[in-house]
């Protein structure tokens, strides 16, 4: 895997509502764990991975979680779980907080003993987030199955989600149903994200539901990764 060079704090601080200031200082602080990216790049080695299909932004994710301290983090998408290791290394930092993931892994085509293959398949043996350090996982909750079942769920059974990360492929009318119930979870001043691939636009699932909560979505430089911040609060009757 390939280390981030050039994060976007200004996306970070649109997105958490604080000064590019303390975005920098926040991604400052996810460059400075050193350990778990050798520890990711050592895994992803062993296993013939150069690349990884993840959001390609994981010191981003890292300040986002820093700087909002959610108590609840939902995840869609994990595959080797680079993502994933650094929201927890900055809820472990903040001292609270759960991330709830969600994944569905691919099962490579290749023999089984064999390395390489998709980046997104799972090696032989492996399992989601087979790459996390064994000592993040603590304020893991990793729940294997279909997003459209998982989710209502993760609706039911948590008070509030103050950060969510959307990192699978999606279309836009299933995408708008999922994003529609997980509405009422998300405070005012809750971060969603939506991976749309390498140099993807913009959804029509996400504009709408930024245009229900009062936000417009940003877009983080050279990605086709965009969030917004939950502007409003979510209006009696406005999920259907």
Same mark, same amino acid.
């Given at each position: 895997?390939?280390?981030?060079?050039?994060?976007?704090?200004? /996306?970070?601080?649109? $997105?958490?509502?604080?000064?590019?200031?303390?975005?920098?200082?926040?991604?400052?602080?996810? &460059?400075?764990?050193?350990? @778990?990216?050798?520890?990711?790049?050592?895994?992803?080695?062993?296993?013939?991975?150069?690349?990884?299909?993840?959001?390609?932004?994981?010191?981003? %994710?890292?300040?986002?979680?820093?700087?909002?301290?959610?108590?609840?983090?939902?995840?869609?998408? !994990?595959? &080797?779980?680079?993502?994933?290791?650094? @929201?927890? *290394?900055?809820?472990?930092?903040?001292?609270?907080?759960?991330?709830?993931?969600?994944?569905?892994?691919?099962?490579?085509?290749?023999?089984?003993?064999?390395?390489?293959?998709?980046? /997104?398949? +799972?090696?032989?043996?492996?399992?989601?987030?087979?790459?996390?350090?064994?000592? %993040?996982?603590?304020?893991?909750?990793?729940?294997?199955?279909?997003?459209?079942?998982?989710?209502?769920?993760?609706?039911?059974? $948590?008070?509030?989600?103050? $950060?969510?990360?959307?990192? !699978?492929?999606?279309?836009?009318?299933?995408?708008?149903?999922?994003?529609?119930? %997980?509405?009422? +979870?998300?405070?005012?001043?809750?971060?969603?994200?939506?991976?749309?691939?390498?140099?993807?636009?913009?959804?029509?699932?996400?504009?709408?539901?930024?245009?229900?909560?009062?936000?417009?979505?940003?877009?983080?430089?050279?990605?086709? +990764?965009?969030?917004?911040?939950?502007?409003?609060? @979510?209006?009696?009757? *406005?999920?259907?």
């Amino acid at each position: 895997m390939n280390e981030e060079k050039d994060p976007d704090a200004h /996306w970070v601080a649109e $997105l958490a509502g604080v000064p590019p200031a303390a975005a920098r200082s926040a991604i400052g602080e996810a &460059s400075n764990e050193r350990s @778990l990216y050798r520890h990711l790049a050592r895994e992803h080695r062993a296993e013939g991975r150069r690349s990884y299909i993840e959001i390609d932004a994981p010191l981003e %994710l890292y300040a986002l979680a820093q700087l909002l301290r959610p108590r609840h983090v939902i995840e869609v998408g !994990v595959s &080797s779980g680079v993502s994933s290791a650094y @929201l927890l *290394a900055a809820l472990e930092r903040n001292g609270a907080g759960i991330l709830h993931s969600v994944d569905r892994p691919s099962q490579p085509r290749s023999p089984v003993g064999s390395r390489g293959g998709a980046s /997104w398949t +799972l090696p032989p043996g492996r399992t989601s987030g087979w790459a996390i350090p064994p000592s %993040l996982r603590g304020r893991w909750d990793l729940r294997i199955g279909d997003k459209a079942r998982v989710l209502p769920l993760r609706v039911k059974e $948590l008070p509030a989600v103050e $950060l969510f990360v959307y990192d !699978v492929p999606h279309d836009c009318l299933r995408s708008a149903r999922e994003f529609r119930a %997980l509405d009422p +979870l998300l405070p005012k001043g809750a971060v969603a994200i939506v991976d749309h691939g390498p140099g993807g636009g913009l959804c029509t699932a996400l504009r709408g539901w930024a245009t229900r909560r009062g936000s417009r979505p940003v877009r983080r430089t050279g990605l086709g +990764l965009f969030g917004m911040q939950c502007r409003t609060p @979510l209006s009696a009757g *406005a999920v259907t």
